[in-house]
Nanobody, 115 residues
Framework: QVQLVESGGGFVQAGGSLRLSCAYSGSIFRLNYMGWHRQAPGKQRELVASITSGGITNYADSVKGRFTISGDNAKNTVYLQMNSLKPEDTAVYYC?????????WGRGTQVTVSS
């Protein structure tokens, strides 16, 4: 059974940095996608950043130049380095792993950025 464990969320002032991590245990058949999504209160969940098994990254326009996604296949972990954080980045952040059979979601970690 696949389990995902997120860490690194917290409270930070605007302009600060946080690094999120998400590690999975178990086996994901043909893992091809790792990503971070977020959901702010009253809003829909949105893609923040993603990386394919081939290393191709994709970012939401709102985080380009500030966030960096990376993956460590040996550790079954995906990271999200978040710099120059803004109050509008406040949300619950969810990691997502996709294999050929299904998606796997983390439970979410809260990120709060104060102005």
């Amino acid at each position: 059974q696949v389990q995902l464990v997120e860490s690194g969320g917290g409270f930070v002032q605007a302009g600060g940095s946080l690094r999120l991590s998400c590690a999975y245990s178990g086996s994901i058949f043909r893992l091809n996608y790792m990503g971070w999504h977020r959901q702010a209160p009253g809003k829909q969940r949105e893609l923040v950043a993603s990386i394919t098994s081939g290393g191709i990254t994709n970012y939401a326009d709102s985080v380009k130049g500030r966030f960096t996604i990376s993956g460590d296949n040996a550790k079954n972990t995906v990271y999200l380095q978040m710099n120059s954080l803004k109050p509008e980045d406040t949300a619950v952040y969810y990691c997502k792993f996709t294999g050929s059979l299904r998606n796997y979601w983390g439970r979410g970690t809260q990120v709060t950025v104060s102005s």
